[in-house]
């Protein structure tokens, strides 16, 4: 039994990835992130009762900018890394999926890793992350994957 796929890094891709790490990977850092949010909502809201109107707007603006600035910032890096990396840009990578292993070829070369050596597999709604370390991850696209072989991959999960 043997499936096969191709994926390539697109900027999208690399959004999902971020997006899909902080959820799933970076619990710790998606609840500061919470906490803070919810701090700012507790102060816009004690601004309002002791009738700070200045105080509120502040609390406001913390509780905007804070995540637009995360957002922007993280959009920034990811353009900045695909843009810079002509690699990355262009390769396609075809997987191929064995009862042991999984293996990537593109033009580039080949390589394969046991399950037993994957990280973690993450999936998405979009898409399954095969793990290698903490920030390292080979990207299956689920709409370019038979329906067998994401059964597979849900099977090979942890």
């Avoid at 850092?29 to 309002?48: K, N, R, Y």
């Avoid at 191929?96 to 990280?119: H, L, T």
């Avoid at 990207?139 to 994401?150: G, H």
């Amino acid at each position: 039994m043997s499936y096969e796929t191709q994926s390539q890094w697109t900027i999208d891709e690399l959004k999902k990835l971020n997006k899909a790490t902080l959820i799933g990977m970076n619990k710790a850092c998606l609840a500061l992130i919470i906490v803070l949010e919810v701090v700012f909502v507790g102060g816009l809201i004690v601004s309002f009762v002791i009738g700070s109107i200045k105080l509120a707007f502040e609390f406001a603006i913390m509780l905007i900018g804070f995540p637009l600035a995360l957002y922007l910032i993280t959009n920034f890096r990811i353009r900045k890394e695909y843009n810079t990396n002509k690699i990355l840009q262009n390769t396609v990578t075809t997987f191929r999926f064995a009862e042991d292993r999984v293996e990537s070829v593109s033009d580039r070369g080949s390589a394969f890793v046991k399950y037993d050596e994957i990280y973690k597999i993450l999936e998405t709604d979009t898409n399954f992350y095969l793990f290698l370390s903490k920030n390292q991850a080979l990207n299956i696209i689920k709409a370019n994957c038979s329906d067998e072989l994401i059964s597979f991959l849900r099977k090979k999960k942890r």
